[in-house]
């Protein structure tokens, strides 16, 4: 069973910066893809930011510009650095691990399981 555990969950203020960490007990990590998504109370999981195997990206538009998706395969850790952050990115964030990666439209398909998610709280 891979488990996930993601890290670095705060309280920061908006325009201040934040980084997530996830650690993945996979031992094919290199050879998966990663997906980050965010979840508040009420709403669907929506898709933040993936990175391929190869290390191409893709972020949803809302964040676009603002945060950068990396992966440490030596550490089997991806990591989700959030800057410039805004009210509306408080969230609950959650790391997924083995998904499907479409490179043609740069879409992360998740898979089960999950991680138990780390809160972000943006303040004005």
């Known amino acids: 069973q891979v488990q996930l555990a993601e890290s670095g969950d705060g309280l920061v203020q908006a325009g201040g910066s934040l980084r997530l960490s996830c650690r993945v007990s996979?031992?094919?990590?290199?050879?998966?893809?990663v997906g980050w998504f965010r979840q508040t109370p009420g709403s669907q999981r929506e898709f933040v930011a993936t990175?391929?195997?190869?290390?191409?990206?893709n972020y949803a538009d809302a964040v676009k510009g603002r945060f950068i998706v990396s992966r440490d395969n030596t550490n089997n850790t991806s990591y989700l650095q959030m800057n410039s952050l805004k009210l509306e990115d408080t969230a609950v964030y959650y790391c997924n691990v083995g998904g499907t990666y479409n490179r043609f439209i740069g879409r992360y398909y998740p898979i089960p399981p999950w991680g138990q998610g780390t809160q972000v709280t943006v303040s004005a």
């Open positions: 996979k031992s094919s990590f290199s050879r998966s893809a």
């Open positions: 990175i391929n195997t190869d290390g191409r990206t």
